[in-house]
């Protein structure tokens, strides 16, 4: 591993602190060399705060030293006004003469924009360093607008005989498959993205809050399929606790199409079988995560059907989580 990658390394690593907060924007992360010591470290503030490489800059003690320094970063630096300035702007008027980018922004608010004000600024500008691992830190952001739609995380809990749900259930709240280990990662994982749909019946049938309880963060948005308008106000995805969108759109890709034009750039599907299954028949999902339980109801309602590639297999005491990718040129079916 060279230099720029080591640096270019460390900006991912701090840029994880944004996840869950940033959104819609990039988590992104900077670092500030000088003489090959780090002098300054940001990531992108929760929305509507500083980006990453403000902070960065911010945090260096001795600004005297940003005429000789280079700035590294995940993603190209901003060159338009939203809620704060264009970063490229704040680089060129502290002088740093050298950045290193880890990736291209693909916003056609910046699409290469930033780097032209750079390199006409007269900045040395190196691209594509670590672009790979750049480009996966930033998934959802690309996802959003390259495909036009959020990025699409499918995610249930099945027994070990494949049953998501029993047929008939006496009381209207969830019926339990997994360890309270596993439930805790599930809300993790809400607390990560940016919404969380479910379909009519989930609501009728689990009457879920859909919200972050046993871990810190901000609750998701929630997003309610309820094409006849069954559901009233009683239900507990109506509380206060967080934003609720009602949609009636009946197939996938007019749910990616109504959710991008709401902004939303990652969604888990939860449930239930027929809505994750759509998703997965439309071929419109980015990764699956999977829980199977210790459990059997010997009948009920059968889980999805799902091709695609494994990617992990966890354990976690009584339960397996697998976690799969859209198919590619291996073919694996669970």
């Known amino acids: 591993m060279n230099t720029h990658e080591i640096y270019i390394t460390r900006c991912l690593q701090i840029a994880k602190n944004g996840l869950g907060y940033t959104r819609p924007n990039p988590m992104v992360g900077a670092v500030i060399t000088h003489n090959n010591i780090i002098i300054g470290e940001g990531y992108t503030s929760a929305y509507g705060g500083n980006h990453a490489e403000v902070n960065a800059i911010n945090s260096v003690k001795d600004q005297s030293l940003l005429k000789e320094a280079t700035l590294y970063v995940t993603l190209e630096p901003?060159?338009?006004?939203?809620?704060?300035?264009?970063?490229?702007?704040l680089i060129i008027h502290h002088n740093i003469p050298n950045i290193v980018i880890g990736c291209m922004d693909d916003n056609p608010k910046v699409a290469g924009r930033g780097i032209k004000k750079l390199l006409e600024a007269g900045r040395q500008v190196k691209i594509g360093v670590l672009e790979a691992e750049c480009k996966m830190h930033h998934k959802r952001f690309f996802t959003f607008h390259n495909k036009k739609r959020p990025y699409i995380i499918l995610k249930w809990a099945e027994t070990s005989d494949g049953f998501i749900a029993?047929?008939?259930?006496?009381?209207?709240?969830?019926?339990?498959?997994?360890?309270?280990?596993?439930?805790?990662?599930?809300?993790?994982?809400?607390?990560?993205?940016?919404?969380?749909?479910?379909?009519?019946?989930?609501?009728?049938?689990?009457?879920?809050?859909?919200?972050?309880?046993?871990?810190?963060?901000?609750?998701?948005?929630?997003?309610?399929?309820?094409?006849?308008?069954?559901?009233?106000?009683?239900?507990?995805?109506?509380?206060?606790?967080?934003?609720?969108?009602?949609?009636?759109?009946?197939?996938?890709?007019?749910?990616?199409?109504?959710?991008?034009?709401?902004?939303?750039?990652?969604?888990?599907?939860?449930?239930?079988?027929?809505?994750?299954?759509?998703?997965?028949?439309?071929?419109?999902?980015?990764?699956?995560?999977?829980?199977?339980?210790?459990?059997?109801?010997?009948?009920?309602?059968?889980?999805?059907?799902?091709?695609?590639?494994?990617?992990?297999?966890?354990?976690?005491?009584?339960?397996?989580?697998?976690?799969?990718?859209?198919?590619?040129?291996?073919?694996?079916?669970?």
Do not use: M
């Open 78 to 89: 901003c060159s338009h006004y939203g809620n704060t300035p264009p970063c490229s702007d």
């Open 166 to 334: 029993p047929q008939q259930r006496d009381e209207k709240k969830p019926v339990w498959i997994t360890n309270t280990l596993s439930r805790q990662l599930v809300h993790k994982w809400r607390a990560e993205e940016q919404a969380i749909l479910v379909g009519t019946q989930t609501v009728l049938q689990d009457n879920p809050s859909l919200t972050v309880r046993d871990w810190t963060g901000q609750h998701p948005t929630r997003i309610v399929l309820d094409k006849n308008a069954v559901l009233d106000q009683s239900y507990h995805v109506f509380n206060t606790q967080s934003e609720t969108l009602i949609l009636k759109e009946t197939t996938a890709k007019a749910i990616c199409d109504a959710l991008y034009t709401h902004n939303i750039t990652s969604v888990i599907i939860e449930g239930g079988a027929k809505t994750l299954q759509r998703f997965i028949d439309e071929n419109l999902w980015d990764e699956a995560r999977v829980f199977v339980g210790s459990i059997q109801f010997n009948s009920g309602i059968k889980a999805p059907r799902l091709e695609g590639e494994i990617d992990s297999v966890t354990r976690l005491e009584s339960d397996t989580l697998t976690t799969y990718q859209p198919l590619n040129n291996n073919k694996q079916t669970r």
